[in-house]
């Protein structure tokens, strides 16, 4: 039994039973398949993160957010400035207690490098209803290029834990055609 | 020290049981119950508030009960249980004394102090930061400081639990190799010091900080380091209930694991693989490699995984060999259907097998693949998995030894037996719905650790789907079923502990049936004769599910943006 020592001592020279050997190397297998899949998919698939990321102060991000905010606002929505940068552009997006600060408009097809980064604590970017989850940290910027290819409004949710305002923290995205 | 221990021998088993380690063990599996009980407490308010209809705590209140419940159970229940399985597995089992109770005592002590502090510190509102407590974010300092006592006690326990193997091997209590079961406990407590150790190298200067002493703490380095003990003390679990799972299935059925030698690698490959998985929760943060990513979240190829897979055919083949030997060997499945049910130690660890396998294991991977995490990352579907592995798996095998212990280590006969027979099913069943709807909703994009999915307060407004209300409304009827689950177990034990008949020195209890050790059946190391064709099917079963649920995941990740 299993708990009691093995009954032969040299267990480790018994054979092993057929159905065994094959489901471990059918599960082995699997776990191949699985592995070289992540590989594929930076090849042949669309959805794959960058990697880009640099250290970067509060400030330095809080500046180069705002000349964007100040070069391209558009129009005033819920004392957010909405944003329209040009296409193929840097775009910046801060997360900060609690909001996504600023809503930005961005054209259907076209890509785009979005830089994120929080001033304070940590916040996590959950873009709905696509479902697109990146984590943000103070003192990193992620850069991922994006490119939204179906029009609408979409909502940014925050989905790391951020103190007792973190259920407030929501923004936007417009994509137009 | 050895003149003076006591020992007294078990009428069922036959084993030779040192007094000292049968009272730690009662003491461990007593506090892990009561902080079982509180933490569940804390679960079950968090599930209402998360139930749109009901919305029972204000948010204060809410992510205060998250915090207590993500320590109390994730934590202190599941670690003081364990402690409880390493003297089981260590001293019982190879019928020696226990190494320095001295030690084992103060281990406990300040694992309850430390569970103590933790807990006020908490209760008194200043540090609601969650399980994770993530820099910048700053608790009190007794917050960290009642975990890292916590730790501590509980690495004295696990050298403790190595002292005690010296002691029998030097004592010659056992022949040849250590059972199984410990074998695997030696995993579960391997990988503890692991585990206990990167706690310490992330908690200490964290707990320096909140005190002023230092002055900065990378949030990236602190993740990453928090969960190298954070995943990796899942993995205790996984170990230690795994052991549990051969355990309950060598008591109630005298079953013998179909082949020691790949059973053994099996828990070998949790030793060298699965402190890797630190990467599962990095997928989508700045700063790492693809290359990184891949490599250690898939536990380098998936060995770990190799493990888990190996032992969800040898632990349900064991059984299966076990009933045919006894004549149940009609069709593909008379050994399944006429198993114990009623015994709540089988009903609770078969459930245990099937719920880790199909709801917590593989939603694990999937959510593990490097590509996949960004359609899942912190959203429900997180806590939907870790309910499948850690409650539906841990807990419900750990309360299902609890039937044999309280019996064979508490002498008590079992009171309630009806209810206890229902207990797993009703747990069970809840946990599972808890699970699935959880993972439901966080494919609709419903976050986790939230207050109010409807962003009432929120300056811009943002809907879920209406099916999201639905998975949350769904996922808090079913919390309640677990809550009542976890209820009668509550009921059932502390009523046996303290008024249960006392068994007398020679009496056998009556409930739950366990054969006596000598009915075990007979080998099926041989390689020729074995025939477990009902184990094949649901095996079959299993990767049939395992492979369609995969690909349709990564179906829906090619309908996202595209990213690059």
Known sequence: MAITPPPQRIWWKEPIAKVELSWIIIAFTWGLVMFFMMIYWHGAGEQNLSNEAYKISPERFSERSQAMIDEYTIREENYFPVVHPPAGSDIYLIARLWQWWPILELEKDETYRLHLSSLDWMHGFSLQPVNINVQVHPGYEMVVTVKPDKAGEYGIVCNEYCGIGHHMMVGKIYVVE | MAKTTEFRTCPTTGLKVDLTAEKLIKANAVVAVVFLAIGGLFGLLVALTRWPAVHFLPADWFYLALTAHGFDVLLVWIIFFEIAVLYFASSVLLGCRLAAPRWAWTGFALMLVGAVVTNIVVLQGQSSVMFTSYVPMKAEPGFYLGIILF?????????????????????????????????????????????????????VPTLLWSVGLVSHIDPLVYKTIWWAMGHSSQQINVAAHVAVWYAIAAMVLGARPISEKVSRMAFLMYILFLQLASAHHMLVEPGFSSEWKIFNTSYAMYLAVLGSMIHGMTVPGSIEAAQRARGLTKGLFEWLRKAPWGNPAFAGMFMSLVFFGFIGGISGVVMGTEQINLIMHNTLYVPGHFHGTVVAGTTLAFMAITYLLVPLIFRRELMFRKLARWQPYLFGIGVAGISVFMMGAGTLGVSRRHWDMTFADAQLPFDYPSAAFLMMGLNGMFAILAALGGVLFIVVVVGSVFFGRKLGVDEKPSYPEMPPAAAAVGEHGSAGTLKIPGTVMLVGIFFVAFVLYYFVNWKYLSEVWPLS
């Open chain 2, 151 to 203: 730790a501590v006690g509980a690495l004295i326990g696990c050298f403790v639990f190595f002292g005690t193997l010296v002691v029998a091997r030097q004592e010659r209590t056992y022949e040849g190799s250590v059972p199984l079961v410990t074998f695997g406990a030696i995993t579960a407590a391997i990988i503890a010091v692991f585990t206990i150790a990167s706690g310490a190298i992330i908690l």
